[in-house]
């Protein structure tokens, strides 16, 4: 049984009533404070510590070298970010150090001004963060495009790799990416096979140390592969290549420190801001990454057993912004290089199972007492070792999976641009280009609208491509007005907007033609028809509005239909009148309402397919077996639609087990409708789905030795074996993965689908039809008010597995399988993902 899962007391002299034995805290509630506000540490924050310090160091040394910075800065900058920024940050599992993003522009603000005046520059950053973070300017700063952004992390990733390319032959790296591209050729001829060997040996560590298979890469994948990589490089070159260049660090005593900026103010302010810039936008895109993978982790059970993490509070990105300017404004008055979030580092910190900040806090002491006490190792890393693994965490900015994105929504040419412009022209005029491209590319597609009308067998397809708006009028008139009157026509919009000139021009022509018999039919790229415009379909419904707001059927303009009564009269009048039917009324009027929508508004997209099903007959694929309360709406939920579900709903989803002889005495409904969908429509599964906050269960908890036996309480003495199987200690307890049940209530709807899925293997028919391997059953619980949906694992489903798990259906994903076929299996912990 899984660790998460409550003990059970197992004292017989004491009988707990079920609602005090099962008192859970909320799993998402937040954690107690700890006493007394000191700083905590736990067993997995002192581990994960420890795997971000053995990334940090080489990877800090690396930067550094890149920079061509002195190599005591990058300590400086590691051991900084992960206690300033991790004491002060609003992301606690976010890992801070030297910037990767921000290589290019503080070598070439070396090369212009000098270490001591970029140490400057790097404090007047930091001070402009923390202003923008008190204006609560971090949130706007994320409202770039993608494409701009992740275009221009690639071009200094590409810099990045092309400057250490040449330190990894043995030579020094030009200024700029486009002479260290064409000088390459040279250095390569002209290359030492010492450093070459070394920083190949490194690249090819980095790339296989985390790939290796069995039970030895199971072993020594848990250390990092920049620190096995950079050790075993410094070891072999120690045997094989003893002259080669090696980290030299200088002593303390000789640490520069920051000097007051000389050089143009305007230069020296757009210096300042493009530092602002880049480390801002690095720092805020690692932060909501970090979210992503902290959220992932708390929703799966971990594979030895243990509890999940507990869930992380979504990151504050105004105060992480601040967090990071002081730890900037810090380093450069310590002499550091330029700081910022890191998804290297965060991500190594997330999977080695941090719990808070303290990890953060902690690998920068421990990167401190490196920097104090280390010197003599660290003086033995190759310089080739360091400028490959910095090549490949440049390479590694050049995302695919950004790519490919940007790829799907038509934005790369915004990207090559980007990426263009910070190779050819810099980090903050490669921005400048990718704005000025994506507002282009943006225009056109507001002015670009491609209409074609072709004719095929007396009927036309109008398609218009693009937005239209008043500049495709006039093009758009022209071409409908050529169509003959009365005219049969399918009209495709393909586009996400249509301004009001464009929308009248299309409505006028829609209303002429069919007020002389033509046939009018829009749809959508993919073919799908397109409903009446909001303004008349009236946006504040929709069809799965509840009655009571469905304000567009009490409209009082709309004379068409009867005003209804305040509820205060009616219920004025429901006194003054016993037995009056004024209620009874005003449901009727709804029911009427609801069913005048129908006619109006669903009723024309459904009739062809519903003439289909009343031809062909129902052939659905599954019984779909629910409770009775009105907040289930089956086909919302299952996305399904006419003839796809045989749907049986009762108070509480209970299914009656068979009795003597095989019947199920004065309870044959149920029964009756399970051996109809079994054996005469044999459909392919079934399913059981229990809900949050259910009556039937709230009343089975409640009930007592004196309650009525009236037909309600008949029907509930169903669900008694799930309160006994919840009471006993011979099963195991039904739950959610990643989470305990909230209270009694939700433990025993989740126990009573588990009970209800026996009772179900229980009658012939369905035996029969699961021995021959046709029928598959399936247990769901459905939270009202998160409006999630969760699946029982497959085990559970067919009663094989010992633990009663419910797992979250993720957007996208996919479930079930055809009969004959290998279904979806899904292990306690797994979150269902397509």
Request: charged content about 15%; aromatic content about 4%; some cysteine.
């Amino acid at each position: 049984m899984s660790a998460c899962v409550p003990a059970r007391n197992d004292h017989s002299s004491r009988s707990p009533s079920p609602s005090r034995a099962l008192e859970f805290k909320r799993p998402h509630s937040p954690p107690p404070p700890p006493h007394g506000g000191r700083f905590r540490v736990s067993g997995k924050d002192l581990s994960a510590s420890i795997t971000v310090f053995l990334i940090a160091v080489p990877m800090s040394l690396g930067l550094a070298v890149a920079m061509d910075a002195p190599l005591a800065a990058g300590l400086v900058s590691a051991a900084i970010g992960g206690i300033v920024a991790g004491l002060l940050g609003g992301t606690p599992l976010q890992v801070s150090g030297p910037s990767a993003g921000l290589t290019v522009v503080t070598a070439e603000l070396i090369q212009i001004y000098g270490w001591r005046t970029t140490c400057a520059i790097t404090v007047g950053a930091g001070l402009l963060q923390i202003l923008l973070g008190s204006l609560r300017a971090a949130r706007s700063a994320l409202a770039v495009s993608p494409a701009i952004v992740h275009g221009t992390l690639a071009g200094i990733g590409v810099a990045i790799a092309l400057a250490q390319l040449h330190i990894v032959l043995g030579g020094a790296p030009q200024s700029t990416a486009l002479d260290n591209a064409l000088s390459l050729p040279s250095h390569m001829a002209q290359a030492d096979p010492a450093a070459p060997f070394v920083g190949a040996l490194t690249i090819m560590l980095l790339v296989v140390w985390p790939r290796m298979p069995g039970r030895i890469g199971v072993t020594l994948g848990r250390i990092p592969a920049a620190l096995s990589a950079v050790v075993i490089a410094t070891a072999v070159a120690t045997v094989a290549t003893p002259g080669i260049a090696r980290v030299d660090l200088p002593s303390w005593h000789s640490h520069a420190l920051p000097e007051l900026p000389q050089g143009p103010v305007a230069a020296l302010a757009t210096a300042v801001f493009t530092v602002m810039l880049v480390a801002s936008l690095e720092s805020l895109l690692a932060a909501v990454s970090v979210d992503k993978l902290a959220a992932d982790r708390s929703t799966a059970t971990p594979k030895d057993g243990s509890a999940p993490p507990a869930p992380v509070k979504r990151s504050d990105l105004d105060r992480e912004l601040r967090a990071q300017g002081a730890a900037n404004a810090v380093a450069g008055l310590a002499g550091g290089l330029p700081v910022s979030g890191g998804a290297v580092r965060s991500s190594a910190n997330v999977r080695a199972g941090a719990e808070s900040r303290a990890s953060t806090v902690l690998h920068g002491v421990w990167v401190l007492l490196a920097a104090l006490l280390l010197v003599t190792a660290l003086e033995q890393i190759p310089l080739a070792a360091l400028a490959a693994l910095v090549m490949v965490v440049g390479i590694q900015m050049v995302n695919f999976a950004h790519i490919r994105k940007v790829h799907r929504h038509r934005e790369f040419l915004v990207y090559g641009a980007t990426i263009s412009g910070v190779l050819l022209a810099g980090v903050l005029e490669g921005v400048g280009i990718g704005i000025v491209v994506a507002v282009a590319v943006a225009l056109h597609r507001l002015a670009h609208t491609r209409i074609t009308v072709t004719e095929q067998d007396g009927r036309y397809a109008v398609t218009a491509r693009g937005q239209l708006t008043f500049l495709a009028v006039p093009r758009l008139s022209r071409l409908l007005e050529k169509l003959p009157q009365g005219v049969d026509a399918v009209v495709e919009l393909d586009g996400s907007f249509m301004d009001h000139a464009a929308y009248e021009t299309i409505q006028d022509w829609y209303t002429a033609q069919t007020a002389l018999g033509g046939r009018i039919e829009f749809t959508g790229r993919s073919g799908g028809r397109i409903a009446e415009p909001a303004s008349a379909a009236h946006s504040c419904c929709r069809p799965w509005t509840p009655w009571r707001n469905h304000h567009c059927h009490d409209r009082p303009d709309d004379t068409s239909q009867p005003t209804p009564l305040p509820a205060s009269h009616l219920a004025s009048k429901a006194a003054a009148a016993p037995g009056s039917t004024s209620g009874h009324r005003h449901g009727g009027h709804r029911l009427l309402n609801g069913l005048s929508s129908f006619q109006r508004t669903t009723a024309p997209l459904v009739r062809e397919e519903l003439a289909r099903l009343a031809a062909e007959g129902q052939r659905p694929s599954q019984l779909f077996l629910t409770c009775a309360d009105s907040r289930l709406v089956t086909s919302m939920i299952t996305a399904s639609g006419p003839g796809d579900l045989f749907t049986v709903r009762n108070v509480g989803n209970l299914v009656p087990p068979p009795g003597a002889g095989g019947t199920t005495s004065n309870d044959d409904s149920v029964a009756a409708a399970i051996e109809y969908a079994v054996d005469v429509l044999e459909v392919e599964s079934i399913t059981i789905c229990g809900h949050s906050g259910c009556g039937a269960m709230q009343a089975l908890l409640g009930a007592t030795p004196e309650t009525p036996r009236t037909p309600l309480w008949r029907w509930l003495r169903h669900g008694l074996p799930s309160l006994e199987r919840m009471r006993s200690r011979h099963h195991s307890w039904a739950r959610i993965a990643g989470r305990l049940p909230t209270d009694a209530v939700e433990q025993l709807c989740l126990t009573n689908v588990v009970q209800q899925l026996e009772h179900l293997r229980a009658h012939d028919s369905v035996a029969r039809r699961l021995a021959a391997g046709t029928l598959q059953l399936h247990g769901m619980y459905f939270h009202v008010g998160e409006a999630q949906a969760y699946l029982l694992t497959e085990d559970a489903s067919s009663g094989t597995g010992p633990d009663e798990v419910f797992v979250r259906v993720a957007p996208g994903a996919v479930w079930g399988a055809e009969p004959g076929t290998e279904a979806l299996h899904m292990t306690p912990g797994a979150t269902v993902d397509a």
